[in-house]
């Protein structure tokens, strides 16, 4: 139980990535204040772990509607999470979610800001923090892939459950800790951190792949 446990918050935190997402975090929530950073950072964690828990819920649901049997997810779950691991790898999917963020930001602020004549949006905990940053393609898959694995059994689903309030604890402590620590944040020490992370998912990947092969017969 513990072990799986264990398995299940390594997914959740890697694909989630508190530590590489909090420099992005900063960047936008630059114009606030640190109370307001704060507060946002609690928001944003709070709306990704309702978006994440619905996925969740009707995730099993959703592959059966669709006929789409738990082996053949296990290995598309483990081809897209090993390629997730790959973009960690190479930095693109930080950059791509660094671009991605602060073109939204500024957009959503620049549109409240001429519709309202005021400063700029506070909201950016729903978007683009929340989803996508948080929230996003990769943990939603996640999400889906881990609770049609432990779904057998009521303390396989409570296990998986645990583990998704817990990364997402941990994910607003890191964002409100950067609040705090963000003379001292170094970019780089994150970006090592999130590579070494990556390797873990790559094996995980990789596991879910064997996992679905054996499942059909086709491994021993």
């Known amino acids: 139980m513990i072990e799986s446990f264990f398995t299940t918050f390594i997914i959740y935190f890697v694909v989630i990535d508190p530590i590489g997402n909090s420099p992005i975090f900063l960047a936008v929530t630059a114009h606030h204040e640190r109370s307001r950073k ?12 309702v978006i994440m828990l619905f996925f969740a819920l009707c995730g099993a649901w ?3 509607y669709l006929n789409i049997t ?3 997810f296990k290995i598309a779950g483990g081809i897209l999470l090993f390629l997730i691991a790959f973009e960690m790898l190479s930095n693109k999917r930080q950059n791509r979610k660094r671009a991605n963020t602060t073109r939204a930001n500024e957009t ?37 892939v881990v609770t049609a694995d432990h779904g057998g059994s009521f303390s396989e689903s409570f296990i998986t459950y645990m583990a998704l309030f817990a990364v997402m604890g941990v994910t607003g402590i890191f964002l409100a800790g950067a609040v705090f620590a963000e003379k001292w944040l170094n970019v780089q020490i994150t970006m090592v951190i ?10 995980l990947a990789v596991q879910y792949v064997i996992d679905g092969l054996a499942a059909i017969g086709l491994v021993g």
């Open 194 to 203: 999130s590579r070494i992370i990556a390797i873990i998912l790559a094996g």
């Open 108 to 144: 959503s602020s620049t549109e409240l800001a001429e519709s309202l004549g005021s400063d700029r949006s506070d909201n950016v905990a729903v978007y683009p923090l929340a989803t996508p940053l948080l929230a996003g393609p990769s943990a939603i898959l996640s999400v889906i």
């Open 70 to 72: 738990e082996a053949a």
């Open 62 to 64: 959703v592959l059966s």
């Open 38 to 49: 704060l507060r946002i950072a609690l928001e944003a964690t709070a709306i990704a772990t």
